[in-house]
């Protein structure tokens, strides 16, 4: 090998490189190299792809990472140091060191200390002019400089240090390469020559500079000049630059040479059947086969079955017996356990197999769900998963996977989350020299309706957009450069709610940081867990599903699935119905604006199927297009250009608004199958004009062949691209709605155990709670005051009444109250209250006195509130300083210090 870029910077070096880790492995093949770093800015999050991609490509992956320390000498300032991984214990130690940064409170770095303690097989190169190094030298001191130097080979040892030479034809490049060589051979630590590569080709220049200037103003860096030499270069381009440089143009294929880490792939999170797992599955999946569908139609049993044996077949070519297993274990350990478990806006939805192993809760015969999982060609595939439960059951759902999978580890997420493309050209406005209104203009195109737009749709749909691009030449390098940008601008955020189970000893090889709670989040990509054979899923915690979930309990209805069925709440019940008719659905998920509550009182949907529908219509681009007019008949049907299309639209009354009806329009009027209609229904979403093209093609060849006109062939394939963007996923519609009839449902059967639950969970938003107070009492709902012989620590249901918690205590006490009343019976006086809890404090049971809770023992408030001064007397007990209060003249009537209870307003 000759030269080997050692400095290279992806996008994510957030906004310091352009290029993702698969296209800088393409440009080093394409440039010849036989080896090629990745070393991000104190991030390993690309390593997984960029080590893949590299090894696919025959060319040798070189891992690394730009360090930020503080100085080796005692001084207040960060300095960089390229740091590269001999082999694999090197590479753990280089992830240590991605952790150690991310420790600090405020600032990202690593101490000497730390450096020294992860040091073990890595090699060191001195880094850019940001380096101590050359900082050293830049402000005069010779002699701290080779001081520096000295210090860094005691750290990583003599043999594994090298003087590293960048110049980017700057002044003070120039200044620092000269006399960085002459350290070199005063010393005899080798110099080796780099580049700080960001970008591709020097066609990029312009582009990266706009990147930079973006990045100077959002991070308040200082403008370093140079970026017009920072794309990835061959020898031949370098050689102008380092005249006097010798062979230490040629010493980095050397260095690559010595770097040898093999990121492991070899785990797996096999457990229970050991070998045998899809065999497992099948077991499971008949057994419960003969008890959830024998009552089938024997049409619908047959499509069952078949859509079954294609699953099957698919789950074991995919490698995904285990995790469906896996899933199955975990919901019916939720049941066991009380702990509330859902399964939301997932493929999983549309599956016959998780239907069958109680993952999902709508049977999707009856919905018309399309079933299409498992049809990967990957090697290795998981289904992505978004599972809710409450705050409260979040830990115990990891203690059951725990006990599922004994030998693995939980982990959070590092979350990428690429910046919005009207972001992007806000950002991009503050560096091009634009006036203001101009650019207000520009800002309002971005963002569109309200949604994300790329510039072929913005053209699509916009005579305004089109005429102010070709008119103006800022605009449209405006626009040009955001394309560009676009997936190119990201943020990194520690995100609980993503989920991550690995296999034991597979975190060993992957950044691991740690919060202030001290939870533990992976700083990597989707594809990495994937090659670890881990699993990922969402898991949020809901407000709604714990009013759901507080209500079932409180009531014992049962939703959900599993055996037993004949038990849980029915989905065609008419008080549920009527309710959403009605629009008092306030508390309801998904129905609670007053838009949604107007449109659905219009539909009236009496069928859950109907139901779904209506929830359906109640998006974004469905509202802009009034689909819910047509829907209900107000505005007539649009003439369809094929029969086939009126009759699989009959189902939603004439409105294209699944996307699985989208593909059964493909597969009845084209003929095609499986995998190509799944490809040509994604290419209609995705808008992109190369693959529409393609698309078309293939849906008029296939078309022909079914007897359908070329003419007639464009004409549904227009309709297809015209109305797809009404489209949603069913399956994700019906277990949004499966979750809102659920809410309505218990609303309309347990009226006051459902508003319970929801001033409990919402007892600490005032805006919410409120709505929900007043809510309760326009609804003919009561409130009953806090009462200690009824309240309990949270609002329970009493009758159509709500009795108020005991609140003003704290949780011991109130659990302390609770605990002696279900132990020996109700308190019968003050003196028998006082007799059994006699560490009470006396200000406490006085402010109780005076706010009501204790009424029920007998007497007026002034009456106990005398009472207790004379037993705290008798006791020789002294009255606290401070404990006398100014009582209103509204206390003694008990409406004021009771609603106060509530937080609201005395009337």
């Not at 806006?345 to 109680?358: N, P």
């Not at 659905?600 to 509202?623: E, G, N, Q, T």
């Given at each position: 090998m000759s030269y080997v870029p050692l400095h290279v910077h992806s996008i994510y070096s957030t906004l310091r490189g352009m290029m993702t880790p698969g296209e800088l492995v393409t440009a080093a093949e394409r440039k010849g190299f036989g080896a090629v770093a990745l070393t991000d800015c104190w991030s390993t999050y690309g390593h997984y792809r960029f080590y893949t991609a590299a090894c696919n490509a025959g060319i040798k992956p070189v891992m690394g990472i730009e360090a930020r320390h503080l100085s080796l000498r005692g001084r207040d300032r960060f300095s960089h140091l390229t740091l590269l991984a001999e082999n694999n214990s090197g590479y753990r130690n280089l992830v240590s060191l991605v952790q150690a940064h991310f420790n600090k409170k405020n600032q990202r770095y690593v101490t000497a200390e730390e450096l020294s303690r992860f040091s073990s097989g890595l090699i060191a190169l001195t880094g850019s002019v940001e380096g101590e190094i050359s900082q050293s030298l830049l402000g005069g001191s010779l002699t701290r400089m080779k001081k520096i130097l000295t210090d860094l080979a005691g750290v990583f040892g003599p043999d594994n240090i090298y003087i590293e030479l960048i110049n980017h034809n700057?002044?003070?490049?120039?200044?620092?390469?000269?006399?960085?060589?002459?350290?070199?051979?005063?010393?005899?630590?080798?110099?080796?020559?780099?580049?700080?590569?960001?970008?591709?080709?020097?066609?990029?220049?312009?582009?990266?500079?706009?990147?930079?200037?973006?990045?100077?103003?959002?991070?308040?860096?200082?403008?370093?000049?140079?970026?017009?030499?920072?794309?990835?270069?061959?020898?031949?381009?370098?050689?102008?630059?380092?005249?006097?440089?010798?062979?230490?143009?040629?010493?980095?294929?050397?260095?690559?040479?010595?770097?040898?880490?093999?990121?492991?792939?070899?785990?797996?999170?096999?457990?229970?059947?050991?070998?045998?797992?899809?065999?497992?599955?099948?077991?499971?999946?008949r057994r419960y086969f003969r008890m959830k569908c024998g009552r089938l139609e024997s049409a619908d049993l047959r499509r069952v079955e078949s859509s079954l044996e294609w699953e099957l077949k698919h789950a074991e070519a995919g490698n995904v017996s285990s995790f469906l297993i896996f899933l199955s274990d975990l919901f019916a350990k939720s049941r066991q356990n009380e702990v509330r478990l859902e399964i939301i806006?997932?493929?999983?939805?549309?599956?016959?197999?998780?239907?069958?192993?109680?993952i999902t809760n709508v049977e999707p015969i009856s919905h018309g769900l399309v079933f299409e999982c498992f049809c990967s060609e990957d090697e290795y595939f998981a289904p992505r998963l978004e599972l809710i439960t409450n705050a409260a059951d979040r830990k115990a759902v990891f203690g059951l996977i725990c006990s599922i999978i004994p030998r693995c580890r939980i982990f959070h997420r590092v979350v990428r989350t690429d910046m919005s493309f009207k972001k992007i050209v806000e950002e991009i406005c503050k560096v091009v020299d634009v006036d203001d209104r101009l650019r207000e203009r520009i800002i309002s195109f971005a963002s569109g309706e309200g949604r994300e737009m790329d510039i072929s749709e913005m053209f699509r749909t916009s005579a305004a957009f089109r005429d102010m691009y070709n008119r103006d030449r800022t605009v449209k390098r405006i626009f040009h450069l955001a394309n560009i940008f676009r997936g190119r601008i990201c943020s990194f955020n520690l995100d609980s709610s993503h989920v991550v189970?690995?296999?034991?000893?597979?975190?060993?090889?992957?950044?691991?940081?740690?919060?202030?709670?001290?939870?533990?989040?992976?700083?990597?990509?989707?594809?990495?867990?994937?090659?670890?054979?881990?699993?990922?899923?969402?898991?949020?915690?809901?407000?709604?599903?714990?009013?759901?979930?507080?209500?079932?309990?409180?009531?014992?209805?049962?939703?959900?699935?599993?055996?037993?069925?004949?038990?849980?709440?029915?989905?065609?019940?008419?008080?549920?119905?009527?309710?959403?008719?009605?629009?008092?659905?306030?508390?309801?998920?998904?129905?609670?604006?007053?838009?949604?509550?107007?449109?659905?009182?219009?539909?009236?949907?009496?069928?859950?199927?109907?139901?779904?529908?209506?929830?359906?219509?109640?998006?974004?681009?469905?509202?802009?297009?009034?689909?819910?007019?047509r829907y209900i008949g107000e505005e007539s049907k649009r003439s369809v250009p094929h029969p086939s299309i009126g009759e699989i639209l009959r189902e939603t009354r004439g409105v294209l608004l699944y996307r699985e009806q989208v593909r059964r329009i493909i597969e009845e009027v084209s003929g095609m199958e499986g995998e190509d209609v799944y490809r040509m229904e994604h290419s209609l979403r995705s808008s992109d004009p190369a693959g529409l093209r393609n698309s078309r093609l293939n849906f008029m060849r296939n078309c022909m062949e079914q007897g359908i006109t070329e003419d007639k062939a464009n004409l549904i394939f227009d309709y297809l691209e015209e109305n797809i963007r009404f489209t949603y996923a069913k399956s994700?519609?019906?277990?949004?709605?499966?979750?809102?009839?659920?809410?309505?449902?218990?609303?309309?059967?347990?009226?006051?155990?459902?508003?319970?639950?929801?001033?409990?969970?919402?007892?600490?938003?005032?805006?919410?709670?409120?709505?929900?107070?007043?809510?309760?009492?326009?609804?003919?709902?009561?409130?009953?005051?806090?009462?200690?012989?009824?309240?309990?620590?949270?609002?329970?249901?009493?009758?159509?009444?709500?009795?108020?918690?005991?609140?003003?205590e704290s949780d011991d006490g109130a659990d302390l109250i609770v605990r002696e009343r279900r132990k020996r019976g109700e308190f019968k006086s003050i003196d028998d209250l006082l007799a059994r809890?006699?560490?009470?404090?006396?200000?406490?049971?006085?402010?109780?006195?005076?706010?009501?809770?204790?009424?029920?023992?007998?007497?007026?408030?002034?009456?106990?509130?005398?009472?207790?001064?004379?037993?705290?007397?008798?006791?020789?007990?002294?009255?606290?300083?401070?404990?006398?209060?100014?009582?209103?003249?509204?206390?003694?009537?008990?409406?004021?210090?009771?609603l106060s209870i509530f937080d609201q307003d005395n009337d």
């Open positions: 700057t002044d003070r490049e120039w200044f620092v390469c000269d006399k960085l060589m002459e350290l070199s051979v005063s010393t005899g630590i080798p110099a080796v020559v780099t580049n700080n590569d960001r970008y591709i080709s020097r066609d990029s220049a312009e582009d990266y500079l706009v990147l930079e200037r973006v990045g100077e103003i959002r991070e308040k860096r200082r403008r370093r000049g140079g970026g017009a030499e920072y794309f990835l270069k061959v020898r031949k381009e370098l050689e102008p630059f380092f005249t006097m440089a010798g062979d230490a143009l040629d010493r980095s294929s050397e260095i690559a040479e010595r770097c040898n880490v093999k990121l492991p792939k070899d785990f797996s999170l096999e457990y229970t059947a050991g070998a045998h797992q899809h065999s497992e599955l099948e077991r499971r999946c806006g997932d493929e999983l939805q549309q599956s016959v197999i998780s239907f069958l192993l109680g189970v690995l296999p034991e000893g597979a975190e060993d090889m992957i950044s691991v940081l740690l919060n202030p709670d001290g939870e533990k989040f992976l700083q990597c990509e989707d594809e990495t867990i994937e090659q670890l054979k881990g699993w990922s899923f969402v898991l949020h915690h809901s407000r709604v599903l714990a009013v759901v979930d507080m209500t079932l309990k409180s009531t014992g209805e049962r939703a959900g699935s599993g055996e037993g069925e004949e038990d849980l709440i029915p989905l065609d019940d008419q008080d549920a119905f009527d309710l959403i008719s009605r629009g008092d659905t306030v508390g309801v998920y998904l129905l609670e604006s007053d838009g949604v509550r107007k449109m659905i009182s219009r539909i009236k949907p009496s069928r859950f199927d109907r139901f779904v529908d209506a929830v359906s219509l109640y998006r974004p681009d469905p509202l802009r297009g009034e689909l819910w007019k994700l519609a019906c277990s949004r709605a499966y979750l809102s009839y659920i809410s309505a449902y218990l609303k309309a059967r347990h009226f006051s155990d459902y508003y319970a639950a929801l001033l409990n969970v919402y007892s600490g938003q005032t805006g919410k709670y409120e709505l929900y107070r007043r809510s309760f009492e326009r609804e003919g709902g009561r409130l009953l005051p806090c009462d200690i012989n009824r309240s309990h620590q949270s609002f329970v249901a009493e009758g159509d009444s709500i009795r108020a918690p005991l609140e003003g809890l006699p560490d009470i404090k006396e200000d406490r049971l006085l402010k109780m006195a005076d706010s009501g809770v204790l009424d029920s023992l007998g007497g007026t408030r002034k009456e106990i509130e005398s009472r207790l001064l004379e037993l705290f007397e008798k006791r020789k007990i002294k009255m606290p300083e401070g404990s006398e209060r100014e009582r209103s003249p509204e206390g003694v009537d008990g409406v004021s210090r009771q």
